[in-house]
């Protein structure tokens, strides 16, 4: 991979500001793109504001980015296919999610309406693509957390800070790869700069497997708290989800979660091991993985 400028959509999310820190670190200049006006605060970051109108005239050769990173959700891409053609795009990394599989017969409408968005959105990606010629890269994560700052692992600490126990349904055994923000980033780095690798995708998955109760005892360990887990019907789950639902934080909770609490959810990450040289971290929460008070 040459030393011209990436472009990264996404750049404001939980893995964009990951990425612009790696990308800085490995003296790369990065063209940022967010919906909303941002200062520069790197020599190697140029923001850009993205027009929401999608009707800003570009002058290719002026601005040529031919590498790009989406870490924005994958159904929005496709707004922008005009801006990466005018910017001269050559290749692309995606990033994605197994919730286009784990979501996809779930209870809960709303989650399946989620697992089609990512399925649509690759399907779309893949072949604008191949209309145009552009090498693509889609990443699939499982579980993302990590500064505290996921819909995961820190859902269940601000859960468990604030009502002193997590409830579970049945044996909450159902496997589970939490995978940390930082290595996703990387993934998503490798596989831009891995160019004998092309039109593929991957699911990356942790380094660890563990039962979805064991991660919630982690969670409770890493915040220094006695490990109260709570075995509860699903009867419990409907009430809380919809006691909860009148709460900002809690309305995505759904008894649909809880019933994935059993189910694995265990992917092959073996092919991104090989293909990126991918060797992400066991599930070990640090101090600044945990949410701050609040």
Known sequence: MNKQSIGLLGATSLVGECLLRQLIQAHRHVTAFSRHPMTQSHSQVTWQQLDTTHQTKINTAEHKISAWLCVAPVWILPEYFDLLL???AQRIVVLS?????TKNNSSDSIERKIA???ITGEELVQAWAAAHGVE???LRPTMIYGYGRDKNVAE???FIRRFGFFPVLGSAKGLRQPIHVEDVASACFSALGTLNLRNRSYNLTGGET????EMVKRVFEALDRPSRILTVPLWFFQMAAWGLGWLPRYQHWTTAMAERMNQDLRFDGSDATRDLNFSPRSFKLATEDLPGQN
């Open 86 to 88: 005018a910017h001269g």
């Open 97 to 101: 999610s197994t919730s286009r599989f």
């Open 210 to 213: 563990v039962q979805y109760r």
């Open 136 to 138: 693509w890269i889609i």
């Open 156 to 158: 269940i600490a601000r």
């Open 116 to 118: 089609q968005q990512l």
